[in-house]
């Protein structure tokens, strides 16, 4: 059985592909070499650009990870790899536009950084992309959360449909939409790149119209090549389609 249809069990409704660039903007991925777990050096930072750019992307805001204990990434950091990596798309005279941001880790040295204004956020209204323990939620999840809007940021929680001690208290979801925060889905969740429970998540979430941003969370090609099979199914249509999708409006 091949790649494709691994991916695609009999009963998935395949149909014809949709125009992605219809979103303009990815804003979750991992592109400046080197200093988290994404692509590793520069020349896998532009396969994976001139990638972005078949799919129809006119921009990306790349998201390095910021973890104290693996990622100890500062926007001193992030920012001279973002000028590195802009140089070299202008040598090779690539048609995209490259920003950063940072996918911020909801640790307790988070505070310390919300407190030190030393964050990297996007788009005109301060978007702040954090993410959460894949085991356990935070014990000072909503006190962060009340602190990062108080700090003038309006919160983005990355691959909401990921957090499984979630899935079954849908409660926590509409809780998070309530106290101001942006919810963030990843393109690969949709083809069970991340397991069926979360896909079924995922398609719950999108049916039920909560989603602001769709992201890639690209760390490698394979990330993208999800696209490819996610932009066939009715589901992720419906999702491109829907009006409080915010990432053509950066």
Known sequence: ?????????????IID???????????????????????????????????FIDLGYKKVITTPHVMSDYYKNNPEIILS?????????????????????????????FEKLLDDGKLLSFGAEKFLLFELSFFDEPLRLNETIWKMIEKGFRPVLAHVERYGYWHNNYDKIEEMINRG?????NIGSVT????????????????????????????????????????????????????????RSL
């Open 1 to 13: 059985m091949g790649f494709f249809n691994r991916i695609f069990s009999k009963k998935e409704e």
């Open 17 to 51: 592909p949709i125009d992605i660039s219809f979103l303009r903007n990815d804003i979750h991925s991992h592109l400046i070499p080197g200093i988290d777990d994404g692509s590793p050096e520069m020349e896998t930072t532009i396969v994976l650009l001139k990638k």
């Open 81 to 109: 790899g973002l000028n590195n990596v802009r140089k070299e798309i202008k040598k090779q005279n690539l048609n995209i536009e490259i920003e950063a941001a940072a996918e911020y880790n909801l640790e307790p040295e």
């Open 181 to 185: 925060v942006k919810l963030q889905l």
């Open 192 to 247: 069970g790149t991340y397991g069926p429970e979360v896909k079924k998540f995922a398609e719950r979430l999108i049916k039920d119209e909560i989603i602001d941003f769709v992201g890639s969370d690209c760390h490698h090609q394979h990330h993208l090549e999800m696209i490819n099979h996610a932009i066939r199914l009715p589901i992720f249509h419906s999702l491109v389609k829907q009006s409080q999708i915010l990432n």
